[in-house]
C-alpha cells in the first residue's frame, strides 16, 4: 500500500507514521531523512541538493521529486511506503502520479490529520528536543525525567529556535497556503480521509487503521 500522510507541523505525523510503518511493514519516508541521505550521499544529486541546502535557498520542484522518485524505486518501497512532508503542492502531487504510473503503482490513500491551531502552537511552543540523539519531549505530556537531559543519551534537551510562537503561527499559516489546494487535489481523486488528530495518540491511530482498511 502506497500512503501520503498530511498534517500541519505539529499534527503528530511523526508519531502516528512511526506506528503506521510498523503495522504495515513499509518504509516511513520523510522529506528530512530523503534530505539527509541523498546530501550526504557524494552523488551529483546530492551536491546539487547541498548547494541549495546551503544557500539557505528552497530545493526545486524537480531536484526534490527526483530524490523522491530514486528514495521509492529503492527495493525496500517496492511493496508500498509511507510518504511524510511529500508532496507540499499540486506540481509536486502530479509530478508524484506520473512517475507512480509510469512503474505501474499509484497512490491508495492520502490520510490529512487535523488539528485545532491554538493546539497546535501549544503543543510545538512545548516541544523540547535533544540535540545529540533527535528524541522528542513535550512539557506537556512527555517531560525528560531531568528537565534538560535526555533520556535515552543524556545529551542536552532544549527548545528548537523554530518552536517558538511567532515562528510556528507563521509555519502553520505557510502550511494552510501549501495544502489547501494539495487537499482539494486528493478529494477529487477520491483519495484522501481526514482524521481528528486532537484526540490522544493510540484513538488517532486506530482512526488511522479504520482508514486504511477501508
Known sequence: MNIILLGAPGAGKGTQAKKISEKCGIPHISTGDMFRET???????????????????LVPDDLVIEIVKTRISRQD??????????????????????????SGRKINKVVSITVNEEEVVKRLSSRRVCVSCGATYNLMSNMPKKNDACDSCSGKVIQRA???????????????????????????????????????VDEVFKSICEVIGK
Open 39 to 57: 546530501s550526504a550521499s557524494g552523488s551529483d544529486m546530492g551536491k546539487q541538493l547541498q548547494s541549495f541546502m546551503s544557500a539557505g535557498k
Open 162 to 200: 523554530d518552536d517558538n510562537e511567532a515562528t510556528v503561527r507563521n509555519r502553520l499559516e505557510v502550511y494552510r497556503e501549501q495544502t489547501s489546494p494539495l487537499i482539494e487535489y486528493y478529494k477529487k481523486s477520491n483519495l484522501l480521509s481526514e482524521v481528528d488528530g486532537m484526540k490522544s
Open 77 to 102: 518501497a517496492v511493496s508500498g511506503f509511507l510518504l511524510d512532508g511529500f508532496p507540499r503542492t499540486n506540481g509536486q502531487a502530479e509530478a508524484l502520479d506520473k512517475a507512480l504510473k509510469a
